[in-house]
C-alpha cells in the first residue's frame, strides 16, 4: 500500500463529489496526503441503459440497488491494489451506528476506505455479505444522523470531511484538532478574532490576559456551560455527572484500584512498549502502602469503581499521577474531572502541577493539554516519557 490513506468512493452522481478537489481535501490530494478515487456505479453495468435498480421483492415503494454492479465495482476496487490489502468498506445508511468524533479518529487510522453511496430504497442487502462473507471486507453501516436524505453521497462527503483532516499532514495546525467540539465528549468553547471591541461588543477579558492556566480554565467553564445549554444528552457521563463520588481511597479499595491500574496500564504500555512499568509490575502490598505516602482518590458509581488519580507533593510541586478511568467509560471528561479534583485538593504552599504522560496515549495528551498543562523544559525525567507542568492560579485553590 502507498503511504497516503486511500479512499475510494462509488455512486451514481460522481458529479456530486466534486468538492472533494476543494479546499484542505483537495490539497491533501494533490500534496499525496490522500488518495482519493470517485468510480461511477454506471461503468459497471452492462446492458444498453445502465441500470442499476430494481423493484423490491416482497413488494412496497421505491426501487432497490441491483448486487451485481456492486459487486463488480468492489472487485474493481480490490484489483486496484496488490499486496493483499483490502479496503473497510463503509456503507452510509440512516439504519447504521451514528457516526461521531471516536469514529472519525477511528477511521483515520485504516489505511483504505471505500464507500458505497446508495440511492433509492437502499442497496440490495446482499452486498454487504458478499463483501464480509466472500470478500473478506470489514463492513460497516454508518448513519449520519436520525433523518433521510437522498444518496449517500452527502454522507460520505461529510464523513470524509471528518475523517481526512485527522490524517497527519492535512491539517497545518494539529494543535486546532485538540481543542474542537466532541474530542472529548464536550463541545468548544467561543472563539473571537479581532477587533477586541466590534459594534461595541467586547471580546471577554480573561483571553486578553496572557494568563494561559486562566485561559484554560475559562474556556473549560465555556465548554461545560454550553454543553450543558444545548447538548445537555452529553452531560450525564461527563464532568457534570452528580451521581460520580469522588473520596479518599481506603485500604478497602485497593484490591479493585489494584485490578483498575492493570487494566488501564496495559494497554497504555504497549502503545508504548515499555510493559515494565511500576502500574504493571508493582505487588498490591507496594499499592496499599502508597496510601499512606501519597493522597489517592478513587472515584464510584453506583458502587462501580471507575477512576482515580492521586498526588505527592515535592517542594512547591504537586506532582499527580495514576490518572486511571475505566477503559469503557473514556473519552466522557471523567479524567479531566479527576484531575480538577487532584489540583484543587492541593495544600496552599503549592505553586504548580506536573505530570508525567506516556508517548503512547494521545487521548491523554490531548486531555492535558486542554488542562492547561504544557511540556516541561529540559531532558525528561524519564526517558521516553513527556514531563509536563502547569502553574498554579488562585482560581485553582
Ligand atoms: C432514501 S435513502 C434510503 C433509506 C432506506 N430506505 C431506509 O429507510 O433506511 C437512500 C440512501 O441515502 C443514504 N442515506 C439516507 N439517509 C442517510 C443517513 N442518515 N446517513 C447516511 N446515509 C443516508 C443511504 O446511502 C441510502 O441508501
Known amino acids: 500500500m502507498p503511504e497516503a490513506q486511500r479512499i475510494d468512493i462509488v455512486s451514481i452522481f460522481p458529479d456530486y463529489l466534486a468538492p472533494l478537489d476543494l479546499s484542505l481535501i483537495g490539497k491533501a490530494r494533490a500534496d499525496g496526503v490522500l488518495e ?8 459497471f453495468t452492462h446492458d444498453r441503459h445502465r441500470t442499476v435498480d430494481d423493484t423490491p421483492y416482497g413488494g412496497g415503494a421505491g426501487m432497490v440497488m441491483r448486487p451485481q454492479p456492486w459487486a463488480e465495482s468492489l472487485d474493481y476496487i480490490l484489483a486496484q491494489d496488490d499486496s493483499g490489502a483490502k479496503p473497510h468498506l463503509i456503507v452510509p445508511g440512516p439504519g447504521g ?3 461521531t468524533q471516536a469514529m472519525a479518529r477511528e477511521l483515520a487510522r485504516q489505511p483504505w476506505l471505500a464507500f458505497a453511496c446508495g440511492r433509492y430504497e437502499g442497496i440490495d442487502e446482499r452486498v454487504q455479505d458478499h463483501a464480509r462473507d466472500d470478500l473478506g471486507l470489514e463492513v460497516s453501516v454508518i448513519s449520519l444522523g436520525d433523518y433521510v436524505v437522498s444518496g449517500g453521497e452527502v454522507a460520505a462527503l461529510a464523513m470524509v470531511e471528518a475523517i481526512a483532516r485527522l490524517i497527519p499532514g492535512v491539517i497545518g495546525n494539529v494543535e486546532s484538532l485538540l481543542e474542537e467540539s466532541h474530542e472529548d465528549g464536550l463541545l468548544e468553547y467561543p472563539v473571537y478574532t479581532k477587533p ?7 471580546v471577554p477579558e480573561v483571553l486578553l490576559s496572557g ?4 485561559i484554560a480554565a475559562w474556556r473549560q467553564e465555556q465548554r461545560l456551560a454550553r454543553t450543558a445549554a444545548r447538548r445537555p444528552d452529553l452531560l450525564p457521563a461527563s464532568h457534570g455527572d452528580q451521581q460520580i463520588e469522588i473520596r479518599l481511597a481506603t485500604p478497602g479499595d485497593v484490591p479493585e484500584l489494584f485490578t483498575l491500574t492493570r487494566a488501564c496500564w496495559v494497554r497504555e504500555a504497549d502503545a508504548g512498549g515499555i510493559l515494565d512499568i511500576p502500574a504493571i509490575t508493582e505487588p498490591i502490598e507496594t499499592l496499599l502502602a502508597s ?5 489517592t482518590w478513587v472515584a464510584r458509581k453506583a458502587g462501580r469503581l471507575i477512576g482515580s488519580v492521586r498526588a505527592e507533593r515535592g517542594g512547591d510541586t504537586w506532582h499527580i499521577s495514576r490518572l486511571m478511568i475505566a477503559p469503557d ?4 471528561g471523567l479524567g479531566r474531572h479527576l484531575l480538577e479534583h487532584a489540583e484543587r485538593s492541593a495544600p496552599s504552599c503549592i505553586r504548580q502541577f506536573a505530570l508525567v504522560a506516556g508517548g503512547g496515549s494521545e487521548a491523554n495528551l490531548r486531555l492535558f493539554k486542554r488542562a492547561g498543562y504544557r511540556r516541561g523544559l529540559g531532558e525528561p525525567s ?9 502553574r498554579r492560579r488562585s482560581g485553582d485553590q
Open 211 to 214: 494568563n494561559h492556566a486562566a
Open 382 to 390: 524519564v526517558p521516553g516519557l513527556i514531563d509536563l507542568i502547569k
Open 291 to 295: 496510601l499512606d505516602t501519597t493522597r
Open 329 to 332: 467509560l473514556r473519552g466522557r
Open 196 to 202: 477586541r471591541v466590534w459594534n461595541g461588543r467586547a
Open 97 to 99: 451506528a451514528r457516526f
Open 36 to 43: 482519493l478515487h470517485v468510480h461511477d456505479l454506471r461503468d
